[in-house]
T-cell receptor, first 112, second 107 residues
């Protein structure tokens, strides 16, 4: 158990819908990262927050957004969902930027 | 951007065998991590190793930053070592994963 929690574990929804994925970092970690893992794209970095502020952006679509709240938990919002958004979404946390990242169990999203 | 290549892409071993996985990266990096993704999808941190050598039980890793590669050694492999091994590098706030080495250890 890495200490990073993600909810829900599984999510099935329809095209065009909006979903929110939630992540709670390890106690004491200030940085949260979001990744997408799909069969054709591999593991892709989406976005990083550090202590509530956006720190780095990767291949995140405009339909996706994220935020980190004062209690350091983070949410990833995915809207106007398409079939291709079906993937495993991981959250990771670290004490500071560019330190060891610990991954949560992931949220498996299926868009039908 | 930084390119990360892992080799071999696939590896099948008999239980008890040793193996070496390689990660090459195309530019200077600030850090490098090795992960194991088990058959249930969980990503487990193995090493944080921007340079030098580290060991943890049957696993060890070496990163030669000046030559832009890292090696992960697995000794006396066990069936529980099966899964996909990823290296991930960080440049300036860019987090990039390699495509992984898929390892299957046969009993």
């Amino acid at each position: 158990d890495s200490g990073v929690t993600q909810t829900p574990k599984h999510l099935i929804t329809a095209t065009g819908q909006r979903v929110t994925l939630r992540c709670s970092p390890r106690s004491g970690d200030l940085s949260v990262y979001w990744y997408q893992q799909s069969l054709d794209q591999g593991l892709q970095f989406l976005i990083q927050y550090y202590n509530g502020e956006e720190r780095a952006k990767g291949n995140i679509l405009e339909r996706f957004s994220a935020q980190q709240f004062p209690d350091l938990h983070s949410e990833l919002n995915l809207s106007s969902l398409e079939l291709g958004d079906s993937a495993l979404y991981f959250c990771a946390s670290s004490v500071a930027s560019q330190e060891t990242q610990y991954f949560g169990p992931g949220t498996r999203l299926l868009v039908l | 951007g930084i390119q990360v290549e892992q080799s071999p892409p696939d590896l099948i071993l008999q239980e008890g065998a040793n193996s070496t996985l390689r990660c090459n990266f195309s530019d200077s990096v600030n850090n490098l991590q090795w992960f194991h993704q088990n058959p249930w999808g969980q990503l487990i941190n193995l090493f944080y190793i921007p340079s030098g050598t580290k060991q943890n039980g049957r696993l060890s890793a070496t990163t030669v930053a000046t030559e832009r590669y890292s090696l992960l050694y697995i000794s006396s492999s066990q069936t529980t070592d099966s899964g996909v091994y990823f290296c991930a590098v960080t440049g300036t706030y860019k987090y990039i994963f390699g495509t992984g080495t898929r390892l299957k250890v046969l009993a």
